[in-house]
Nanobody, 122 residues
Framework: QVLLVESGGELVQAGGSLRLSCAASGRTFGSYAMGWFRQNPGNEHHFVAAITPSGARTNYADSVRGRFTISRDNAKNTVYLQMNSLKPEDTAVYYC???????????????WGQGTQVTVSS
């Protein structure tokens, strides 16, 4: 069992930056791939970024590549999402997820946090 708690979401102006954090419980964090997804009301979860258990590989949605950076600190059981040059269309609830497979697919992830709201004003 892995419990995930996101933090860092808030209201920010377009062009600004935010760093989201996702703290995980348990001693097996370093064996899980981690992903960030986002969701707007009435819509499905959309892939944002993923990172392998070691942190050696990352992947991004085209809409955020070059602006967002995913990273992890296995000693602190935490994964981060640095978001720069934010746009109003980045507004969503952001979720972190843990899974055995490094994937862009929602169904590959077993554990999910409760989400944190990011709102980007124009």
């Amino acid at each position: 069992q892995v419990l995930l708690v996101e933090s860092g979401g808030e209201l920010v102006q377009a062009g600004g930056s935010l760093r989201l954090s996702c703290a995980a419980s348990g001693r097996t964090f370093g064996s899980y791939a981690m992903g960030w997804f986002r969701q707007n009301p009435g819509n499905e979860h959309h892939f944002v970024a993923a990172i392998t258990p070691s942190g050696a590989r990352t992947n991004y949605a085209d809409s955020v590549r070059g602006r967002f950076t995913i990273s992890r600190d296995n000693a602190k059981n935490t994964v981060y999402l640095q978001m720069n040059s934010l746009k109003p269309e980045d507004t969503a609830v952001y979720y972190c997820a843990a899974g055995r497979l490094y994937s862009i697919n929602y169904d590959a992830y077993e554990y999910w946090g409760q989400g944190t709201q990011v709102t980007v004003s124009s």
